[in-house]
């Protein structure tokens, strides 16, 4: 009977741990492995989860949609909502931005942001589907957490000169 009441006492704490740890990471955070090369060299791309980068997200930014200029963001692809991409956040809703290599400039929708990877050559963003639904961002990106040669905190920038408010 021992053994049945310490066997059943393991299954419970695990239980209650998976359990939190599955709200945590709904409602707080969410971990998620880059693949691709179109955010290079902020990361890198993965060809499996022990190689390329492992990246942390921070959920509380949804509650208000308080995001900033530069922010990497988590995001749902708007053609298939299943995909998930990981982008730089270059302009927010109701700012002009100046298309790249492009004379035109365009007006950002309310309830939309600009996306684009830091590796143009190989990212398929903002420049290709235009304006995302706020809506459809799950996190900013805040920290690799692996491999451990790579952990920090994920750098905040901005390429100068492209939006302009109102």
Same mark, same amino acid.
Request: proline content about 7%; aromatic content about 10%; overall charge positive.
């Given at each position: 009977?021992?053994?049945?009441?310490?066997?059943?006492s393991?299954?419970?704490k695990?239980?209650?741990a998976?359990?939190?740890g599955i709200?945590i990471?709904?409602?707080y955070v969410?971990?998620?492995?880059?693949?691709?090369e179109s955010?290079?060299?902020?990361?890198?791309?993965?060809n499996?989860?022990?190689r390329?980068?492992?990246?942390?997200?921070?959920r509380?930014?949804?509650?208000?949609?308080?995001?900033?200029h530069g922010?990497?963001v988590?995001?749902?692809?708007?053609?298939?909502?299943?995909?998930l991409?990981v982008?730089r956040l270059?302009?927010?809703?109701g700012?002009?931005?100046?298309?790249?290599?492009?004379p035109?400039i365009?007006?950002? *929708?309310e309830?939309?942001?600009? %996306?684009? #990877?830091?590796n143009?050559?190989?990212? /398929?963003?903002?420049?290709?589907? !235009? *304006?995302?639904?706020?809506?459809l %961002?799950n #996190?900013?990106?805040?920290?690799?957490i /692996?491999?451990p040669?790579?952990? !920090?905190?994920v750098e905040?920038?901005?390429p100068? #000169?492209r939006i302009s408010?109102?």
């Open positions: 009977m021992g053994t049945y009441s310490h066997l059943w393991i299954a419970k695990n239980v209650m998976v359990a939190l709200t990471s709904d409602r969410t971990f998620v492995s880059v693949t691709g955010m290079h060299p902020t990361f890198t791309a993965a499996s989860v022990l390329g980068d492992f990246v942390l997200a921070e509380s930014c949804l509650e208000k949609y308080h995001f900033s922010d990497v988590l995001f749902k692809c708007p053609s298939n909502h299943k995909e991409f982008k270059i302009a927010l809703p700012e002009w931005i100046q298309l790249p290599g492009s035109e365009i007006k950002i *929708p309830g939309h942001c600009w %996306v684009e #990877g830091d143009a050559a190989r990212s /398929w963003d903002s420049r290709a589907f !235009g *304006p995302i639904p706020l809506g %961002v #996190g900013t990106v805040t920290h690799i /692996w491999p040669s790579r952990i !920090g905190r905040r920038k901005m100068q #000169g408010p109102a």
